[in-house]
């Protein structure tokens, strides 16, 4: 079974900085695209950024260009950082993985969360 850790998260003021890390750990045989979510309080889980293997990335409109996602294969990780925060950047974000058995079947892994609060 595939895992995924994530790390990162915390409470910063407004303007302020983090990078959030989702590790992917277990018996993997391959990872597609990659992408990070989030959840607010009685909102719906909504795509804040995805990367594919081929390094193509998509972001949320709320966080273009104060967002980047980016990968490191070698690692089987996902990074977001993200700048200029707002209290609206508030949720509960998630990892997750589009991979592949070793019969090359697709599915998908979701990590447990972390918690990211920005202060006004």
């Known amino acids: 079974q595939v895992q995924l850790v994530e790390s990162g998260g915390g409470l910063v003021q407004a303007g302020g900085s983090l990078r959030l890390s989702c590790a992917a750990s277990?018996?993997?045989?391959?990872?597609?695209?990659m992408g990070w979510y989030r959840q607010a309080p009685g909102k719906q889980r909504e795509l804040v950024a995805a990367?594919?293997?081929?390094?193509?990335?998509n972001y949320a409109d709320s966080v273009k260009g104060r967002c980047t996602i980016s990968r490191d294969n070698a690692k089987n990780t996902v990074y977001l950082q993200m700048n200029s925060l707002k209290p609206e950047d508030t949720a509960v974000y998630y990892c997750?993985?589009?991979?592949?058995?070793?019969?090359?079947?697709?599915?998908?892994?979701w990590g447990r969360g972390t918690l990211v609060t920005v202060s006004s």
């Open positions: 277990g018996t993997i045989f391959s990872i597609n695209a």
């Open positions: 997750k993985i589009n991979s592949r058995d070793n019969w090359s079947r697709y599915f998908e892994v």
């Open positions: 990367i594919t293997s081929g390094g193509s990335t």
